[in-house]
Every structure is written in structure tokens, then in C-alpha cells.
């Protein structure tokens, strides 16, 4: 049985190389601004973190602000 999907978010495990959805949903809410990213459309996360991104420039500020923090 397929269960439907849409407009649901989803919860994944980041890895190094790619993530694993742990429950199903079209897509995750980036960490930083809370905009939805597309799972299709995700290219940025934080391993460490586990926090997806919407784009390199606000990952890049994420891990800058994170190394402050420490």
C-alpha cells in the first residue's frame, strides 16, 4: 500500500553522503529561515547537526555561526 505523501513533512537521518527518510513527506523546513525545501530539491545539510539548509550560502552561515558558538 502506498501511503501519500504530499505536503507532509518529512523527518530523515543526514549523512555524509546522501539521507535516509525516516518518515515519509515531501519535504523538510530548513533550519536556519524555516522555508520548506522540496526533498528533490535538498542539496544542503549539516551531519553534525542534523539540520537541513536551503542553500550553500545560509549552510555556510550556519557552520560559521556554529564554530563561534563553540
Not at 6 to 35: I, K, S
Request: proline fraction near 6%; charged fraction near 20%; glycine fraction near 8%.
Amino acid at each position: 500500500m502506498l501511503i501519500a505523501s504530499r505536503n507532509r513533512l518529512a523527518r530523515l537521518h543526514y549523512g555524509p553522503n546522501g539521507f535516509r527518510v525516516l518518515e515519509p513527506g515531501d519535504h523538510v523546513l530548513c533550519a536556519v529561515t524555516g522555508a520548506p525545501i522540496g526533498l528533490d530539491e535538498l542539496r544542503y545539510w549539516s551531519v553534525a547537526r542534523q539540520e537541513p539548509y536551503a542553500s550553500a550560502a545560509i549552510s555556510v552561515q550556519a557552520e560559521l555561526d556554529a564554530a563561534r558558538k563553540a
